[in-house]
């Protein structure tokens, strides 16, 4: 940090860290952010990693990512409850639900809606709608899928579309942040 400089011993550091914890670093890091998956909005990178220590169902969650090319709806609902935790709500299990509730608990009073005469309402302090949140997955699974494979001469990875990317009119690769899909 700034002019210091600290020299810290990787395999003492790692003799020190269960290795369920270890073996899901890797899906722990691109899902929580990193430099090509964007990160949950004053979450840092303490909390995430206390929530997988303190509660061990999600170590294989976490491990899970970059397994497979695909991600199921059974790894995206335990990465849904994961965020949940990770937004102080650990009896919750939806993502929608919990942006609901967090909105009506700060922002509906005794009955008013209240939300038309606020200023200042910063979206980016919610957990991701279910929609956003399975392309942030698959964003992460597949940077975790690459990471998995840096020791391989010959990777066989995949083109990112439809991985959490989708390429725009010109041929350039952008995040494909969401799907909406509205009711008829």
């Not at 942006?99 to 302090?125: A, P």
Request: hydrophobic share 35%; net charge positive.
């Amino acid at each position: 940090m700034g002019n210091k400089t600290k020299m810290i011993h990787i395999q003492t550091l790692c003799q020190k860290i269960e290795q369920d914890v270890l073996d899901s670093i890797l899906g722990l890091h691109a899902f929580t952010g990193c430099d090509v998956n964007s990160a949950f909005v004053q979450k840092g990178i303490s909390k995430p990693l206390n929530i997988l220590k303190k509660n061990p169902e999600f170590a294989p969650v976490c491990k899970e990512l970059g397994s497979s090319v695909t991600v199921s709806d059974e790894l995206l609902s335990k990465l849904e409850k994961f965020v949940c935790q990770l937004y102080g709500k650990p009896s919750y299990s939806s993502t929608n639900k919990l942006r609901h509730d967090l909105v009506s608990q700060k922002y509906i009073v005794k009955g008013q809606n209240v939300l038309s005469s606020i200023r200042g309402f910063d979206i980016s302090l919610l957990p991701p709608c279910r929609a956003a949140l399975k392309f942030h997955c698959l964003r992460a699974n597949y940077q975790t899928l690459i990471w998995k494979q840096a020791d391989i001469a010959q990777p066989d990875i995949p083109d990112p579309e439809d991985h959490g990317w989708k390429t725009d009119g010109n041929g350039v690769l952008r995040i494909h942040w969401c799907t909406v899909l509205v009711p008829q």
